[in-house]
């Protein structure tokens, strides 16, 4: 009993001890709480009296203190404003060093079989010094482009408030605002995309150029950068193309000419159009004489003797090709070693030059034929191999009209030439060419897929769903692969497109599988291509070889470039190919047969007839043909199985003259054992037998030694000479029967 009353209170006086540490912290917060009020109402207080001395009432303070109180707090949110803003224009440089590096790069093109077919860039160490262009030139360019040049801090801004009132009162855009260090930024670091977003992005780094360089030096890369036309850039390069000269050398009416294609060298390219170049030349005069810069008697010579440029209307450079495969080579550059410090190199790339010119005038005769009644004006090409190499590519129906590259970077929905990923995804889960599918209506939420002939058609199989287009069914395997789950199915069916090489973002839309996803003709191209090559996605790419100016080679794609990957079975990959060459002999391609040669692919058509496609392919080669316009304005109910067919069968038929046939998988085997003939003789001249891969390689070889005996002396020119005939390991049998063997599609040399 006495030792449960001891417990008792040892456990009261415990409690009690707890409540007055508690009360005690309780205490001491309460004072702390009651301090820290009551300083803070002393300190304001205080700092209340002490802001008294500086009251200013009455006029001082409406007119003083109020104006610039308001300015210091629009001025802080301005510049938090102005950093949100820069921050994105600032992201498009890496380092001073790397963007300046990056815009001397220079390139000669080759094509597969080493001709010269034209060059991209600024050779940085062989353009003329900004002293020794022509005063006349200077001054004209300023007149036209930027009068306050050397005034403002990279932005005009009278000039840009004048632009704006003049484009307003005209009701359209008739004037430019952009001063030269603007156009610069545009020219080093951004699109010509026409948007709020550029513009801000190209005033924030006319800004930091300014900081960074010279007036000088601005005005010197802005005349070596800008594209001049005809493919060229920088004025030196333009002068030499238009009249056969330096810059250095030009008069008073070039100058004016030259100056006058700043604003649209597609427009008043004397090649192009010499009236209008002429016309935009007076114009130019007209602002050297304003600008104060030159007198009317100056100029009087000028405009009675208008400069007269060279004739280059026959020339038939692949324009469009070579401006892909120079962003190819920027890409390239930048993963080479930093011990690669050359900037100026020779690439020999995989375009197949005879074959250019049949796509391009494939092109342009059927958009010649057939452009007007289907209200058709822009047409894409792209032609490659299938390791990946591109040999052809048309971006568009004029270059000397529109640069846009319509195959390489439009992006335009591809319709029912969509459905081949989505019955391989199929395949892949669980599908049979010969499983039973119903045409039947399904809808997804609100939206529910028509079929293009209005009806329905009731239960076939897989592979005639394929041949006939069938939308619902595809929509319906779509949900099926997804175990239900539209989504899900969606999904895979992305993850296959990717793949196989499709680029571009692909949109989870419930009209996916039927095409509404956009691309570009190069990625469906080459996704294409992984049909007839077992499974195997392969890389597009047109560089085949990189040398630098002295001949040292510094990258082959056969040793260096990315290696094809398994994407899906090779059964899969057969049946495709067995079910899209029915499309192609019995389906909506029947215009695209070859004679001689089995062929497979896929049409497509998208809604309102805005896009006309047909990809296909043979046991050689993969091509892609596109038919729109850039408005995305409807054609005149053009199809897939209509013009671009057809315009496919011209293309591949010039494609498969001299080479050996390959049969695609899963396919008959070609009937011929030679390529067809062109019928009507409406295209060029049969293509010449090509040399086999081995050709190519004995031939390249031989190549690099005689020029290495050509560069080096004396002796030494002895000894290579000794190395050539032992790494040369080839009899002449050998050799003649390396050379003379026909190409198989994979190479071709000198």
Same mark, same amino acid.
């Given at each position: 009993?006495?030792?449960?009353?001891?417990?008792?209170?040892?456990?009261?006086?415990?409690?009690?001890?707890?409540?007055?540490?508690?009360? =005690?912290?309780?205490?001491?917060?309460?004072?702390?709480?009651?301090?820290?009020?009551?300083?803070?109402?002393?300190?304001? %207080?205080?700092?209340?009296?002490?802001?008294?001395?500086? &009251?200013?009432?009455?006029?001082?303070?409406?007119?003083?203190?109020?104006?610039?109180?308001?300015?210091?707090?629009?001025?802080?949110?301005?510049?938090?404003?102005?950093?949100?803003?820069?921050?994105?224009?600032?992201? %498009?440089?890496?380092? %001073? #060093?790397?963007?300046?590096?990056?815009?001397?790069?220079?390139?000669?093109?080759?094509?597969?079989?080493?001709?010269? !077919?034209?060059?991209?860039?600024?050779? &940085?160490?062989?353009?003329?010094?900004?002293?020794?262009?022509?005063?006349?030139?200077?001054?004209?360019? @300023?007149?036209?482009?930027?009068?306050?040049?050397? %005034? &403002?801090?990279?932005?005009?801004?009278?000039?840009?408030?004048?632009? @704006?009132?003049?484009?307003?009162?005209?009701?359209?855009?008739?004037?430019?605002?952009?001063?030269?260090?603007?156009?610069?930024?545009?020219? *080093?670091? /951004?699109?010509?995309?026409?948007?709020?977003?550029?513009?801000?992005?190209?005033?924030?780094?006319?800004?930091?150029?300014?900081?960074?360089?010279?007036?000088?030096?601005? @005005?010197?890369?802005?005349?070596?950068?800008?594209?001049?036309?005809?493919?060229?850039?920088?004025?030196?390069?333009?002068?030499?193309?238009?009249?056969?000269?330096?810059?250095?050398?030009?008069?008073?009416?070039?100058?004016?000419? *030259?100056?006058?294609?700043?604003?649209?060298?597609?427009?008043?390219?004397?090649?192009?159009?010499?009236?209008?170049?002429?016309?935009?030349?007076?114009?130019?005069?007209?602002? @050297?004489? #304003?600008?104060?810069?030159?007198?009317?008697?100056?100029?009087?010579?000028?405009?009675?003797?208008?400069?007269?440029?060279?004739?280059?209307?026959?020339?038939?450079?692949?324009?469009?090709?070579?401006?892909?495969?120079?962003?190819?080579?920027?890409?390239?550059?930048?993963?080479?070693?930093?011990?690669?410090?050359?900037?100026?190199?020779?690439?020999?790339?995989?375009?197949?030059?005879?074959?250019?010119?049949?796509?391009?005038?494939?092109?342009?005769?059927?958009?010649?034929?057939?452009?007007?009644?289907?209200?058709?004006?822009?047409?894409?090409?792209?032609?490659?191999?299938?390791?990946?190499?591109?040999?052809?590519?048309?971006?568009?129906?004029?270059?000397?009209?529109?640069?846009?590259?319509?195959?390489?970077?439009?992006?335009?929905?591809?319709?029912?030439?969509?459905?081949?990923?989505?019955?391989?995804?199929?395949?892949?889960?669980?599908?049979?060419?010969?499983?039973?599918?119903?045409?039947?209506?399904?809808?997804?939420?609100?939206?529910?897929?028509?079929?293009?002939?209005?009806?329905?058609?009731?239960?076939?199989?897989?592979?005639?769903?394929?041949?006939? +287009?069938?939308?619902?069914?595809?929509?319906?395997?779509?949900?099926?692969?997804?175990?239900?789950?539209?989504?899900?199915?969606?999904?895979?069916?992305?993850?296959?497109?990717?793949?196989?090489?499709?680029?571009?973002?692909?949109? =989870?839309?419930?009209?996916?599988?039927?095409?509404?996803? #956009?691309?570009? !003709?190069?990625? &469906?191209?080459?996704?294409?291509?992984?049909?007839?090559?077992?499974?195997?996605?392969?890389?597009?790419?047109?560089? /085949?070889?990189?040398?630098?100016?002295?001949?040292?080679?510094?990258?082959?794609?056969?040793?260096?470039?990315?290696?094809?990957?398994?994407?899906?079975?090779?059964?899969?990959?057969? =049946?495709? +190919?067995?079910?899209?060459?029915?499309?192609?002999?019995?389906?909506?391609?029947?215009?695209?047969? *070859?004679?001689?040669?089995?062929?497979?692919?896929?049409?497509?058509?998208?809604?309102?007839?805005?896009?006309?496609?047909?990809?296909?392919?043979?046991?050689?080669?993969?091509?892609?043909?596109?038919?729109?316009?850039?408005?995305?304005?409807?054609?005149?109910?053009?199809?897939?199985?209509?013009?671009?067919?057809?315009?496919?069968?011209?293309?591949?038929?010039?494609?498969?003259?001299?080479?050996?046939?390959?049969?695609?998988?899963?396919?008959?085997?070609?009937?011929?054992?030679?390529?067809?003939?062109?019928?009507?003789?409406?295209?060029?001249?049969?293509?010449?037998?090509?040399? +086999?891969?081995?050709?190519?390689?004995?031939?390249?070889?031989?190549?690099?030694?005689?020029?290495?005996?050509?560069?080096?002396?004396?002796?030494?020119?002895?000894?290579?000479?000794?190395?050539?005939?032992?790494?040369?390991?080839?009899?002449?049998?050998?050799?003649?029967?390396?050379?003379?063997?026909? =190409?198989?599609?994979?190479?071709?040399?000198?």
């Amino acid at each position: 009993m006495r030792e449960d009353l001891h417990k008792e209170g040892w456990r009261e006086s415990r409690i009690a001890r707890l409540k007055r540490i508690l009360l =005690d912290l309780d205490s001491r917060l309460d004072f702390t709480v009651f301090l820290g009020g009551f300083w803070t109402r002393e300190l304001f %207080e205080r700092f209340v009296v002490f802001m008294d001395r500086f &009251h200013v009432a009455g006029w001082r303070r409406w007119l003083l203190v109020e104006p610039v109180s308001e300015g210091l707090t629009l001025g802080v949110g301005g510049l938090i404003l102005a950093l949100a803003l820069a921050l994105p224009a600032f992201d %498009e440089i890496s380092s %001073e #060093e790397d963007w300046l590096k990056k815009s001397e790069l220079a390139v000669v093109f080759l094509d597969r079989y080493g001709n010269e !077919v034209g060059s991209r860039g600024i050779r &940085h160490n062989d353009s003329v010094p900004l002293e020794e262009f022509p005063d006349h030139l200077i001054k004209a360019v @300023l007149a036209t482009e930027d009068r306050r040049f050397y %005034e &403002h801090f990279g932005i005009d801004v009278n000039g840009t408030f004048r632009a @704006l009132l003049q484009n307003a009162r005209a009701g359209g855009v008739v004037e430019g605002g952009s001063s030269i260090t603007q156009q610069l930024a545009k020219n *080093l670091f /951004l699109s010509n995309e026409r948007t709020i977003e550029r513009k801000i992005k190209e005033a924030f780094l006319a800004v930091w150029l300014e900081t960074h360089l010279t007036k000088n030096e601005i @005005l010197k890369l802005y005349l070596d950068r800008a594209y001049m036309g005809g493919g060229t850039y920088g004025v030196d390069a333009a002068a030499q193309y238009y009249f056969g000269k330096s810059a250095r050398d030009v008069d008073l009416p070039e100058a004016a000419m *030259l100056a006058g294609l700043f604003k649209a060298p597609g427009r008043f390219a004397p090649h192009i159009n010499l009236p209008a170049a002429r016309s935009r030349a007076n114009v130019v005069l007209d602002n @050297l004489v #304003e600008a104060g810069f030159l007198t009317d008697g100056q100029v009087f010579g000028a405009r009675r003797n208008p400069a007269k440029s060279l004739d280059r209307r026959d020339e038939t450079a692949p324009n469009y090709y070579l401006d892909w495969a120079f962003e190819e080579m920027r890409k390239l550059v930048d993963t080479f070693p930093k011990s690669i410090t050359e900037r100026a190199f020779v690439v020999r790339t995989t375009l197949d030059t005879p074959l250019q010119k049949a796509a391009e005038n494939a092109v342009q005769q059927s958009l010649r034929q057939y452009g007007r009644a289907y209200r058709a004006r822009q047409a894409a090409v792209v032609v490659v191999d299938l390791d990946g190499a591109v040999r052809a590519m048309v971006g568009g129906a004029d270059y000397g009209k529109s640069q846009f590259n319509r195959a390489a970077d439009a992006l335009r929905q591809p319709g029912s030439s969509f459905k081949p990923y989505v019955y391989a995804a199929a395949l892949m889960n669980g599908y049979k060419v010969n499983s039973r599918v119903v045409d039947s209506p399904v809808c997804i939420g609100r939206w529910c897929p028509k079929n293009y002939s209005g009806g329905y058609s009731g239960r076939m199989s897989v592979s005639q769903a394929l041949t006939r +287009s069938i939308n619902t069914i595809a929509v319906k395997l779509s949900i099926r692969i997804g175990k239900g789950s539209p989504r899900r199915g969606r999904a895979k069916i992305v993850k296959l497109a990717r793949a196989m090489g499709l680029r571009t973002p692909l949109l =989870d839309t419930p009209s996916l599988p039927i095409g509404a996803a #956009e691309v570009t !003709v190069l990625d &469906h191209t080459v996704a294409y291509a992984a049909f007839p090559n077992a499974g195997k996605a392969v890389p597009a790419h047109g560089v /085949l070889e990189v040398r630098t100016g002295t001949g040292k080679t510094i990258w082959r794609f056969d040793r260096d470039g990315r290696k094809p990957v398994q994407v899906m079975p090779p059964k899969v990959a057969a =049946d495709m +190919s067995m079910m899209m060459n029915r499309v192609v002999e019995q389906g909506t391609a029947r215009r695209a047969i *070859l004679d001689g040669v089995k062929a497979a692919g896929k049409t497509g058509t998208t809604n309102a007839y805005r896009d006309a496609w047909f990809v296909g392919y043979t046991g050689n080669f993969v091509c892609g043909v596109w038919f729109g316009n850039d408005d995305y304005r409807p054609l005149a109910r053009m199809t897939g199985g209509s013009v671009p067919a057809m315009t496919w069968r011209a293309v591949m038929a010039h494609a498969h003259q001299g080479v050996e046939l390959k049969n695609i998988p899963g396919v008959a085997p070609n009937p011929a054992k030679i390529g067809p003939r062109i019928a009507g003789g409406q295209m060029d001249a049969p293509r010449p037998a090509m040399l +086999s891969s081995r050709g190519v390689e004995v031939l390249s070889r031989i190549e690099r030694l005689l020029d290495q005996a050509a560069q080096a002396p004396g002796p030494a020119a002895s000894r290579v000479q000794g190395q050539r005939s032992q790494a040369v390991d080839l009899t002449p049998g050998e050799v003649t029967a390396a050379v003379g063997q026909p =190409d198989r599609g994979m190479a071709a040399g000198n």
